[in-house]
């Protein structure tokens, strides 16, 4: 990756040609290079801007099915989004979001930089089980999901037997206010390990190991190793993780769906729950309100990718 | 031997093991409720093994869904044609080609990759409605590729970066133009590349639940994420049939994994590690 302006003395006996890309103006390398990207370009502006456009002009007008077909929605401005704004899921499901977000993550990652630094002393079989680590981000989200559910269920589920044979009283994991967004958040939390732990372990594997046999030549043990060589060390890993657990938690909707619809209530409602749930979740379809709220969680999820873009060029200057 | 042994202790095997276990827990109770028989999932406690398996369940499968793992599979096979046709030339045009406004492209690229799939899916059901493209296949397939293309791009720019610009140049002075160049040369050398794109690409076009059922959800062809949710609103009771339908739906997930494992993690790793 960072070799690509690298080899400055071969441009200096490249072709001539090449060196005509000083002056304005694209020359004729540049027109193949042109021609070689205009698939892509196509495709962005066919496949990505114009979705996103007409999701934009969703929001702004009162789009019923009817006037779905016909088109001829009427256009409000953004009463759409004061609608959406003052409604009583909002709160609820900006609160819900911020919790599942987070406790995700920051799960995800405490339990993955664990698995990674246990598996970084590569015992025997270390190779083959953190392969299997691999599974369960692998498997299609449906069928994660509809385990999960499964597992979870109140009367037959593994999770209530097991907790039972301990005296525990049967919990309604999906169908209680209280618990439904503990449930998928567990659920989810177990989806994330094995990408934090790939990543993380091969954080690791830029440490070199004369770091750590100077640390144990001092005097220092596993604990205080860890905390003062292999945490510091991969700050800027760690924090490319997480910011990217971020992102993807942020748009999470086949988990929750699949285990709990969001409900009950809204008691597992998330903003991308909510505008999946406006738009295709009931028999009446709302576009106009789902798409509002679909470019709320936009904005949302633009700060937190800008971040993740700042962090990362600071990374490449250093 | 010895000195292995002594600097590796059998009880971190052990604790590995254990560890592996208690996160594959979820993946075997999906293999073991899917052999239960429909009278024992109902027991309490739950049967911990399949004493007395059936094939009750991939009956089912077999007589109810075959359709739709042949739909998954040609959605996957058509995401991934496309994901490579439009990522690699273009992979070639930013790491080579010394694209204009790369930059610009690379930052639309990371940007496209943090929109939500729920507002990708309203915006594609818009359009499709006007169209005319919804319940189709191909309307499917493009939609589920928007998932790989920025990623598929990324990666091969990634890759062809590094390959020397020495061997590019000797084609040409072979007299190769820039097409043979990327054709002979660029993408021969990029094979790995292209496994990882299409690997990933066919898993996240076969896992695709939110584009197939919003755009996908009346289609005489539905993918198999589709069949497993319809079977969980239709017949809450058959859970072993449920879940064999999603052992069988976990099949190309295992086979990648074990035949590709290296290309696996390559593609997790891309864009978070820099080295």
């Known amino acids: 990756m960072t070799t690509t302006e690298a080899p400055a003395p071969a441009a200096a006996d490249a072709p001539p040609g090449r060196r005509t890309r000083r002056r304005r103006g694209p020359t004729a390398p540049q027109w193949a290079a042109v021609g070689f990207a205009a698939p892509l370009l196509v495709y962005l502006t066919l496949f990505y801007a114009y979705p996103l456009w007409r999701n934009v002009d969703l929001s702004v007008h009162d789009y019923t099915i009817r006037a779905f077909v016909q088109g001829d929605a009427e256009f409000v401005g953004f009463d759409k989004y004061v609608e959406v704004f003052t409604s009583s899921t909002f709160p609820t499901a900006l609160w819900n979001t911020a919790v599942f977000t987070f406790a995700s993550i920051l799960f995800q990652y405490a339990i993955g930089l664990a698995l990674a630094v246990f598996f970084r002393s590569g015992f025997r079989l270390s190779p083959l089980l953190r392969a299997m680590f691999l599974v369960p981000w692998l498997l299609p989200l449906i069928v994660s999901a ?13 999770v209530n037997s097991v907790l039972g044979a301990f005296g525990v009283p049967q919990i309604n994991w999906l169908t209680s206010p209280g618990t439904a967004l503990l449930a998928v958040t567990i659920a989810n939390i177990w989806l994330g390990i094995p990408f934090n732990l790939v990543i993380l372990h091969s954080g690791l594997q830029s440490i070199p190991g004369e770091v750590y046999e100077a640390a144990s030549l001092d ?13 510091p060390l991969l700050r800027p890993v760690s924090a490319i993780t997480l910011l990217l657990g971020l992102i993807y938690t942020l748009k999470v909707v086949d988990v929750i769906w699949v285990m709990t619809t969001g409900g009950p209530g809204d008691s597992s409602t998330t903003l991308a729950i909510w505008s999946y749930r406006e738009a295709f979740g009931t028999g009446q379809p709302d576009f106009s309100p789902a798409a509002a709220v679909g470019n709320v969680l936009i904005v949302i999820a ?10 990362q060029r600071r990374q490449e200057e250093s | 031997m010895s000195r292995r042994s002594s600097r590796n202790p059998w009880w971190k095997t052990a604790l590995g093991v254990f560890f592996t276990a208690v996160m594959l827990f979820p993946v075997y109770w999906m293999f073991n409720v899917s052999l239960t028989r429909t009278a024992d999932l109902r027991a309490d406690p739950p049967h911990w093994f399949p004493w007395a398996p059936t094939t009750e369940g991939y009956e089912a499968v077999l007589a109810q869904q075959l359709p739709a793992l042949g739909t998954s599979l040609l959605v996957g096979l058509g995401c991934v044609v496309l994901t490579v046709a439009i990522a690699a030339p273009a992979g070639y045009a930013v790491a080579q080609l010394r694209l204009p406004g790369r930059g610009t492209l690379n930052f639309l690229l990371l940007v496209a990759q943090m929109i939500p799939a729920v507002v990708m899916a309203m915006g594609f059901y818009a359009v499709y409605v006007r169209l005319g493209l919804l319940n189709t296949v191909g309307g499917l397939i493009v939609a589920d590729s928007t998932i790989a293309v920025p990623f598929g791009v990324l990666l091969y720019t990634a890759f062809m970066a590094g390959i020397p610009r020495e061997l590019l140049q000797a084609a040409r002075v072979d007299g190769a133009n820039t097409w043979r160049t990327f054709v002979s040369v660029v993408l021969p050398l990029s094979r790995n590349a292209t496994l990882t794109v299409s690997l990933f690409a066919f898993l996240w076009a076969w896992s695709d639940f939110i584009f197939a059922s919003t755009l996908d959800r009346n289609g005489d062809l539905v993918p198999i994420t589709l069949g497993i949710y319809q079977y969980i609103g239709n017949n809450t009771t058959q859970w072993n049939a449920i879940m064999a339908t999603a052992v069988v739906a976990s099949v190309p997930a295992a086979v990648l994994l074990v035949v590709a494992q290296r290309f696996v993690t390559a593609g997790v790793t891309a864009g978070a590690v820099k080295d």
């Not at chain 1, 005097?219 to 945490?231: E, I, K, L, M």
């Open chain 1, 302 to 311: 633009l700060v937190f990718g800008f971040l993740h873009l700042q962090l």
């Open chain 1, 219 to 231: 005097g220092a043990g596993p604990w205080r190793q860890f905390w003062s060589v292999t945490f």
């Open chain 1, 146 to 158: 509809s385990t999960w559910a499964w597992m979870l269920s109140s009367e037959n589920g593994i």
